[in-house]
């Protein structure tokens, strides 16, 4: 059963709350971070591991601080199952696979996605796709971010993902594909290699994922 947790980003953390957060983590994960937060996006980074650390209480799944960081790869634990993090629209969210299948998660808000910002990662039969209305600018989009976080790889290899309604195709492998509506104009798109039903998310408040100190809300959750 895949497992997917959802929280709004708060828009910020007592200083005491962040060190604890990224004590749990290896050094150069923890490094990692630290540069995001200085650039303003490390709280939805935090917040994503936080959600990871919950799915982490209901299965018996290795510590944080296990968790591969090699420089242009995808986070995994040694030995465990596989997971996806995204975060978007003032949103984090995490999704843990069972075990043996790949997964790949990615948000966005339906509007801030427009096909003529694609023309360069996407097919004509994708383009046509939306332009018969069998799919959105936003499903073509993040089905794509989804796969390529299911097999990780990066965003530059977005153009070698072909959508195909429901499946996607990477690099000789397929990816089934499931959405989600989160309301508020929020579109969650999963990738795995197996067909999987899109489960229920478990919403999560900030304030449970960092209980040490009141929080303050993102106001650009638009939930």
């Known amino acids: 059963m895949i497992l997917l947790h959802c929280a709004s980003v708060p828009a910020r953390l007592p200083a005491p709350t962040i060190a604890r957060w990224l004590g749990r983590l290896s050094a150069r994960r923890a490094a990692l971070i630290e540069r995001e937060l200085d650039s303003g996006r490390g709280l939805a980074s935090l917040t994503g591991l936080a959600l990871l650390a919950q799915a ?14 090699d420089a242009g790869c995808k986070p ?4 465990g199952p596989d997971f996806s993090i995204a975060h978007g629209a003032g949103l984090a969210v995490c999704a843990v696979a069972p075990p043996d299948i790949a997964i790949g998660i990615d948000i966005e808000r339906v509007a801030d996605v427009e096909l003529a910002s694609l023309r360069l990662v996407t097919s004509p039969a994708e383009r046509a796709q ?3 209305g069998q799919l959105d600018a936003a499903a073509l989009w993040t089905g794509k971010e989804a796969v390529l976080k299911a097999c ?5 290899a977005a153009g070698r993902v072909e959508i195909d309604g429901t499946i996607g195709h990477h690099a000789g492998r397929t990816y089934h594909l499931a959405r989600l509506d989160l309301g508020r104009n929020i579109l969650v798109s999963m990738a795995t290699t197996a067909p999987v039903e899109m489960p229920q ?6 304030s449970t994922l960092f209980a040490d ?11």
């Open 152 to 156: 990780g790889h990066g965003v530059l």
């Open 56 to 69: 982490a209480r209901q299965q018996p799944l290795p510590s944080l601080a296990l968790l591969t960081d």
């Open 201 to 206: 998310v478990n919403w999560l408040a900030a």
């Open 76 to 79: 995994r634990w040694p030995a």
């Open 213 to 223: 100190a009141p929080l303050v809300e993102s106001r650009g959750s638009g939930v």
């Open 130 to 132: 939306v332009n018969a």
